[in-house]
């Protein structure tokens, strides 16, 4: 695949990550979905990497030749799905920070 | 030991990937000794570093806080260029405010703010009418005052871990990740060898960067010290446009909240029962309560949905200021650990006294009020202003 082919394909819809920066990362010794994670923040959106992290891997496994399954499954962060902080709030009845 | 195991000879080992370790080790690289090895036993900014709030603040109540902060924000300043970092580390000067809302709180932060004044932080004491031209939506029902530093801010924490370790490796600082130090042998009280994963290392001088783990490292050289380690949660939203500049802080609530250069608001909450250890699993009743405390005082961010919530660990000492330097029980053995929960932000100019420390070079600033041996004296430095 071309270097401009690889710059117009995103990996992660919510960061805005593209499958050339990925390649760069793993090629600049950045071999884990953590590491691309922490410098891109690909997975760090509201679909938490289910889109990303798969690929990323995939493009780590082909790149390193480290099979996937030797890779440490990555933290699965809650909440599941976007949750306002005003639900929240409500939720939490009983909550008395200010009388404290 | 097996024979096959790797013997290599270093001028120092330092045990710790996070901004500490990589900062510590670029300096002493920068001043000559490069003959060095990073140990970290997950990968760079792992631990406390890539799970902390990000800020950078110099509005604190005791001078040697004052200075450390302030130097270190200084470099952050100009850390994209001194370090020729390819990358940005996305340093955002939005200033703190720090809110009040008791009498005793506010004198506090008067005073603070005459011992800033001295050490050139020139904080403003700001009241409720003049917070909320700063932050046009804070609720400021009940509140005193505030405090605000226009040159706090914040700054990408895995960035900057990672400005320094590449700086520190182009000038030829090894860094074994995924690698654990298993022990560290002493021989008449001086440091001989680091036991790790992969391999043995012949040194005479060892860094404990260990954050959350330095009591651990500590002990492994027969050294005792006072710190625990305690969860503290933090969550982040979607992002959006930016309505919010400053971080906002209140040490009563126990709550810092800030909008990050990509749109998302962060937030934390210290917990005073939180049982101490190594957990750091998040939890639902965090999520509560900060959504209740946030709300209250930042009410149009209800509208905000929580994206993410993780924790990590203080590693807190009794008097909530770090243990810096050498120590006289172990020859070669050096600390920069129990930073309370403020590392991230005096991490560059710490790592540049400690350097110093370690080449027997002239210290830019006096740290021997951070020594370990300040617990034994029973002169504890007692930092008032802390989450």
Same mark, same amino acid.
């Given at each position: ?21 990925? %390649? ?13 994670? %922490? ?58 920070? %200010?009388?404290? | ?11 120092? =080992? ?5 901004? /500490? ?21 997950? #990968? ?19 001078? &040697? ?55 050139? /932080? *020139? ?24 405090? #605000? ?8 924490? #895995? ?11 182009? +000038?030829? =600082? ?7 130090? +298993? ?23 060892? /860094? ?11 002990? *492994? =050289?027969? =050294?005792?010290?006072?710190?625990? &380690? ?19 802080? &209140? ?12 749109? @998302? ?24 309560? *900060? ?52 590392? #991230? *932000? ?18 830019? +600033? ?18 008032? @202003?802390?989450?």
């Amino acid at each position: 695949m071309s270097k401009s082919k690889e710059k117009d394909i995103i990996v992660c819809r919510c960061s805005d990550v593209t499958l050339s920066e990925i %390649r760069d990362l793993i090629k600049e010794g950045y071999t884990s979905v953590e590491e691309i994670k %922490r410098i891109t923040r690909a997975g760090m959106g509201p679909c938490q990497s289910k889109t990303c992290g798969p690929i990323i891997e995939r493009e780590i496994a082909i790149m390193t030749g480290k099979p996937i399954e030797q890779f440490s499954p990555g933290k699965q962060r809650g909440p599941i799905k976007g949750v306002k902080l005003g639900t929240m709030a409500a939720a939490n009845e009983g909550g008395k920070h %200010r009388e404290e | 030991m097996k024979e096959e195991n790797i013997v290599k000879n270093k001028d120092a =080992v330092i045990i710790g990937g996070g901004v /500490v370790g990589c900062a510590i080790a670029y300096e002493l690289a920068k001043r000559g000794m490069t003959n060095v090895t990073v140990v970290e036993k997950n #990968f760079l900014a792992s631990g406390a570093t890539g799970r902390c709030g990000a800020g950078v603040r110099q509005q604190w109540g005791l001078e &040697s806080n004052i200075l450390l902060a302030r130097n270190s924000c200084e470099i952050l300043e100009n850390m994209n260029e001194s370090l020729d970092y390819d990358r940005d580390i996305e340093f955002h000067q939005g200033g703190y405010l720090l809110l009040a809302y008791s009498d005793d709180q506010w004198q506090q932060f008067l005073k603070n703010v005459e011992l800033q004044h001295k050490n050139g /932080v *020139m904080t403003k004491v700001k009241t409720p009418e003049e917070a909320k031209e700063i932050v046009p939506f804070l609720n400021t029902e009940g509140l005193k005052g505030a405090t #605000f530093y226009e040159k706090d801010g914040h700054a990408d924490p #895995f960035k900057v871990t990672d400005a320094y370790y590449k700086a520190a490796k182009r +000038l030829g =600082v090894e860094f074994l990740l995924h690698t654990e130090v +298993l022990d560290i042998v002493t021989k008449n009280g001086k440091i001989e060898k680091v036991i790790t994963t992969g391999g043995d290392i012949l040194t005479e001088r060892v /860094v404990n960067a260990a954050g959350g783990w330095s009591k651990e490292v500590a002990k *492994m =050289v027969g =050294v005792d010290i006072p710190v625990v &380690s305690e969860r503290h949660q933090i969550l982040v939203t979607e992002p959006v446009a930016k309505m919010m500049d400053p971080m906002v802080m &209140s040490f009563e609530l126990g709550i810092y909240c800030q909008q990050t250069p990509h749109g @998302s608001f962060i937030m934390g909450l210290g917990d005073p029962n939180e049982p101490k250890g190594h957990n750091i699993d998040s939890t639902w009743q965090f999520m509560h309560e *900060m959504s209740s405390i946030i709300t209250d005082v930042l009410p149009p961010l209800k509208e905000l949905r929580i994206v993410r919530q993780w924790a990590g660990l203080y590693n807190v000492t009794p008097d909530a200021a770090p243990i810096l330097g050498k120590t006289d029980k172990v020859e070669g053995f050096y600390q920069a650990v129990g930073f309370s929960g403020h590392g #991230f *932000m005096i991490a560059p100019m710490t790592a540049i006294l400690i350097a110093q420390q370690m080449l027997g070079l002239e210290l830019s +600033l006096d740290i021997t009020t951070y020594d370990l041996g300040r617990y034994d004296r029973g002169e504890l430095v007692v930092e008032p @202003s802390v989450v």
